[in-house]
C-alpha cells in the first residue's frame, strides 16, 4: 500500500521561509510523478509544482513566481517544497500526490495517492 506522510508546515511570518517534505513508501518512488498542492478554507484544492519521474523535469504554476522549489531525493523516497518570501495568501493545507505515470500533471484528479496534509500559515 502506497502511503505519502507529508511534514514541514506551520507558522511563519510574511516574507519567511519553510521547507515542506512529503516521505513516501510502498512503491517505486523514483519512477513516478510528485506533485504538490494547496487548499485554502471556502476554496479548490489547486496544483502548485510537480516534478516527474525519472527526468525530474519541474512543473510550477505562475503564482510560484520563483518563490517556491520542488525537488526530489529518490535515494531517501522524498520530495520537497522550498518555499521562500511567504505571503499570507500562502496559507493553506498543502498536500503531496502521486501520480501513476513518470509525467506531472496539473489536475488532481490525476493523482490517486495524497498524503494527509500539512498546515502552512502565514502571519502579516
Known amino acids: 500500500q502506497v502511503q505519502l506522510v507529508e511534514s514541514g508546515g506551520g507558522l511563519v511570518q510574511v516574507g519567511g521561509s519553510l521547507r515542506l517534505s512529503c516521505a513516501a513508501s510502498?512503491?517505486?518512488?523514483?519512477?513516478?510523478?510528485m506533485g504538490w498542492f494547496r487548499q485554502a478554507p471556502g476554496k479548490e484544492r489547486e496544483f502548485i509544482a510537480g516534478v516527474d519521474g525519472g527526468t525530474g523535469r519541474q512543473y510550477y504554476r505562475d503564482f510560484v513566481n520563483d518563490r517556491f522549489t520542488i525537488s526530489r531525493d529518490n535515494a531517501k523516497n522524498t520530495v520537497y517544497l522550498q518555499m521562500n518570501n511567504l505571503k499570507p495568501d500562502d496559507t493553506a493545507v498543502y498536500y503531496c500526490?502521486?501520480?501513476?505515470?513518470?509525467?506531472?500533471?496539473?489536475?488532481?484528479?490525476?493523482?490517486?495517492?495524497w498524503g494527509q496534509g500539512t498546515q502552512v500559515t502565514v502571519s502579516s
Open positions: 510502498g512503491r517505486s518512488f523514483s519512477s513516478y510523478a
Open positions: 500526490a502521486q501520480r501513476p505515470s513518470a509525467s506531472a500533471r496539473r489536475d488532481a484528479h490525476e493523482y490517486d495517492v
